[in-house]
């Protein structure tokens, strides 16, 4: 029997990047690669798009270039992003699967996200930085800010794979966790053992909010001067997930003000300009988007599709990719990555 078609235009992310070497051996070996582009994918001859069974990436696909993927079972998006760019209701309407696999970064980002928490709390950034040039306190001295994660109040905004991932890891800490999603169920929330909340509860009752929302057509910038002057003195507020959720210029004068502190390892744009003030601004951790960036979650990655696309051609549905919904996938308004 003649191999399957992939379609492979995994920007920003390589094949070579997300399978290993003996694993994109064995892709190659069951499955006919036809490597391309976003831009280039529309124009390939109908001979080889009529028999791509799969796409690995998440190239923008106009009407007629669907119809003309009459074999398409499956779109993995390696980006991690799902983005408003094909008619999802057509898509659906077919049986195609869109899948993503974003949620292997979820544990990686959630790690660096306790590490942002512990040292804003505890400025280990800031006690590093005195004692490099001689400026150190020591002992009682340098802690007359200090503050314990343990036992504090925690909020969570957004409880999808991040946001569990998180509160996976400040259990040990077991602090009183408030959570805000309006796309979840209470029970969903409780079963995590914490609390559902409004957003002003998160944001009015918490020593610590890690905000982990995607963005969507209805939250971009929902976190803006209002909620931030709402926050405890002293509060950190950190940033995990995407930019666009929040007014960035408000958070950064929120932070100039000395009300609180914080943390973010994404940007409304990226790479950041070297003269973009938050470079300079006291109180606010810097991270350049990596939270995620590790081999290992890449890796992870590959693995997902591997074992999902075995899934599909045994005619079974995905099951490590966590699966667009048709319901929510046009709403999401993330905007691709540019940076590994």
Known sequence: MERPLVLCCPLPRTLELIFTPQRLAELRARYRLVETTDEALPGLDDAVLEQARYI??????????????????????????????????????????????????????????????????????????????????????????????TGAEVGIIGFGDLGRAMARVLQGF?????????????????????????????????????????????????????????????????????????DFPALMAAVASGHIVAASDVYPDEPLAPDHPVRGLPGFLLSAHRAGALDVAFQRMGEMVWQ?????????????????????????????????
């Open 56 to 149: 690995i990436g998440q190239p923008p696909l106009a009407e007629a270039t669907l119809a003309r993927l009459s074999a398409l079972r499956c779109i993995f998006n390696v980006e991690s992003n799902l983005i408003n760019n094909m008619p999802y209701d057509q898509v659906f309407a077919r049986g195609i699967h869109v899948v993503t696999t974003g949620a292997v970064f979820a544990g990686p980002v959630a790690e660096i996200g306790l590490g942002f928490a512990l040292s804003l709390l505890r400025n280990i950034h800031g006690a590093d930085a005195d004692f490099r040039v001689g400026r150190e306190a020591w002992g009682g001295a340098g802690n007359t800010q200090a503050r314990l994660l």
């Open 174 to 246: 077991r602090p009183r966790l408030r959570i805000h999603d309006p796309w979840l169920p209470e029970a969903r929330i409780v079963e995590a053992r914490a609390e559902p909340a409004t957003l002003e509860a998160v944001m009015t009752q918490s020593d610590v909010v890690f905000v982990t929302a995607a963005v969507t057509s209805e939250n971009r910038g929902f976190l803006g001067t209002e909620a931030f002057a709402a926050m405890r003195p002293g509060a950190a507020f950190i940033l995990l997930s995407r930019a666009d959720v929040v």
């Open 308 to 340: 999902d696309m075995a899934l599909l051609d045994k005619g079974l549905p995905p099951n490590l990719c966590k699966r667009a919904e048709r319901e929510t996938v046009a709403r999401m308004r993330s905007r691709p990555v540019n940076v590994n």
